[in-house]
């Protein structure tokens, strides 16, 4: 019986490998967030800032038919992952919500500076 056990176990390790080197590894598999998320919306919900919404792009968002100041597409979500301090983008947040804003660029200067347009257009300009 020993025997019969060490076959099964050389038999499943030898699969194993196999199927382990013919998988592509995750970064040849690299794929957007726009395309992952495209026709997509998560609902986050925390303390901090309440309800907020995850979409592919402008026309997801639109579609969605929440305020855009709770809605963050792919590349504003990207702007605002880099910024890294939690109270700086909670204030973000806070200042897209109340304006009904899009993020439109992040910049790195001695302050971070957060561009912002709102929907009629009009651009406002955050330094934290």
């Known amino acids: 019986m020993a025997h019969l056990k060490f076959n099964i176990e050389s038999y499943v390790n030898d699969l194993a490998k196999t199927v382990l080197d013919t998988q592509p590894v995750a ?35 639109q579609r969605l038919g929440v305020q855009r100041g709770n809605v963050y597409t792919g590349s504003e979500l990207r702007r605002v992952v880099q910024i890294g301090d939690p109270a700086i983008v909670l204030e973000i947040h806070e200042w897209k919500r109340a304006f009904n804003g899009h993020l439109r660029e992040v910049r790195r200067t001695q302050y971070q500076t957060v561009l912002m347009e709102k929907p009629d257009g009009h651009q406002t300009r955050n330094e934290f």
């Open 27 to 61: 970064e040849e598999e690299s794929v957007s967030l726009e395309t992952v998320l495209s026709g997509l919306v998560i609902e986050l919900w925390s303390d901090p800032t309440g309800q907020l919404f995850i979409v592919a792009d402008e026309d997801d968002a």
